[in-house]
């Protein structure tokens, strides 16, 4: 546990110093390319941010593994492995739009172990080290107790190829909006995470997601008391989270839209 701790302060430290630079470069041109589609986007950014954590992890914690969105799998020789998203919320960044995050996790023997998301922006660090709860600048967070979904402010995403795709979340969009108090997109699933883990949002759901965008986010949930169902899928990783009263709410509304398997 100490040892968990001590690396997760050391990660820390690193992406408030990459969230500063991440500030200062807006101010700059960015230089920006597509990646899967013209709205799945790639910033100058993102990879300095990308390369910053990696040259940091592996000086340090020489043998670690590493899966990272923009370079892949690094391999190692250790038990370790650190799971990196350098910019969750890359088209909010490019617009200036402030929510966006960096997104990290640590896994020990594939168990995901510490959880950290940052947003430079609002200078929030969610943080989470397995057993010991999650917490929101150094106070202790939990999901909301909002019982019913009718009151409930419920988030969600659409995947980039939503427009030549059938499979984009828009039907169950559809049948859950009618239902619940509200729904918001804040357009990074990593925030997403935080904001139920926080009591912000009562529930989460998203399709075709992958495991540097939710691998940090979810243990956070789960420490701050909420339940989390995660379904590997062909085209990606489904997620569903949220309070103990409102999962299986959302969770039989999204099944009665479509049965998710």
């Known amino acids: 546990m100490k040892e968990w701790r001590d690396m997760a302060e050391r990660m820390k430290a690193w992406m408030r110093e990459a969230g500063e630079e991440q500030i200062h470069r807006l101010q700059s041109p960015m230089h920006m390319s597509a990646k899967t589609s013209e709205i799945d986007l790639v910033t100058e950014v993102d990879i300095w941010t990308e390369n910053f954590l990696i040259e940091r992890i592996q000086a340090t914690f020489p043998g670690h593994h590493l899966l990272t969105e923009e370079s892949g799998s690094h391999k190692g020789d250790s038990d370790y492995e650190w799971v990196i998203d ?46 010991n709860g999650a917490f929101l600048n150094g106070k202790r967070m939990s999901v909301s107790t909002t019982e019913k979904l009718t009151t409930a402010v419920i988030s969600t995403g659409f995947p980039y190829d939503r427009a030549t795709d059938p499979d984009n979340n828009i039907n169950y ?41 939710v691998e940090a986010g979810l243990l956070l949930v789960q420490e701050a008391g909420g339940t989390i169902k995660r379904i590997e899928q062909d085209k990606g990783t489904f997620i569903l989270v949220g309070n103990q009263q409102i999962f299986p709410q959302l969770e ?9 398997q």
Not at 185 to 206: H, K, M, P
């Open 86 to 131: 350098p910019i969750d919320g890359t088209v909010n960044y490019a617009h200036g739009f402030p929510l966006f995050s960096i997104s990290v996790a640590l896994k020990y023997k594939q168990e995901p172990v510490v959880g950290l998301v940052y947003i430079p922006m609002l200078d929030e660090l969610y943080e989470t080290i397995k057993g």
């Open 252 to 260: 039989q509304l999204l099944n009665d839209v479509k049965p998710i």
């Open 173 to 213: 969009f559809n049948g859950v909006i009618l239902n619940v108090g509200g729904i918001r997109r804040t357009g990074s699933a990593a925030i997403d995470l935080c904001q139920v883990a926080a009591g912000r949002f009562d529930g989460y759901w998203e399709f075709k997601l992958n495991a540097w965008d």
